[in-house]
């Protein structure tokens, strides 16, 4: 296990989750349209602010959400996957604080949609 504490810890754990998340018969239905690619770098960023306070990520991530038919069981599923991907790849408290973040994400943003 390694310490989750760079860019590039960042980067992989966005990978490796999302690697999962379009194998997976319950989420892959919504990232199917999406352009990995050009999405990653935001993702990237999104949990660089979220993790290591970097500055300049502004996009409202419940309202990319919103026009999503996404329910509690999606968000529920989403969060098993993350937490799958981060225990198997990293420790510590950077870990297990993405962990926290993403179940408040994931019910801030059910929270508002359902």
């Keep these: 296990m390694r310490l989750l504490k760079s860019k590039k810890d960042t980067?992989?754990?966005?990978?490796?989750?999302?690697?999962?998340?379009?194998?997976d018969e319950m989420l892959a239905p919504f990232f199917m349209k999406l352009n990995f690619e050009t999405h990653k770098p935001r993702m990237v960023h999104f949990w660089n602010f979220v993790l290591f306070d970097e500055e300049g990520y502004t996009t409202n991530v419940t309202n990319v959400h919103t026009s999503m038919p996404?329910?509690?069981?999606?968000?529920?599923?989403?969060?098993?996957?993350?937490?799958?991907?981060?225990?198997?790849?990293?420790?510590?408290?950077?870990?297990?604080?993405?962990?926290?973040?993403?179940?408040?994400i994931a019910w801030s943003i059910n929270s508002k949609m359902n």
């Design 11 to 23: 980067a992989f754990l966005v990978d490796v989750f999302y690697e999962k998340v379009l194998q």
């Design 70 to 104: 996404i329910e509690k069981e999606h968000f529920d599923r989403w969060v098993l996957l993350f937490n799958q991907t981060v225990d198997a790849h990293f420790s510590g408290e950077n870990a297990e604080k993405a962990k926290q973040r993403a179940a408040l």
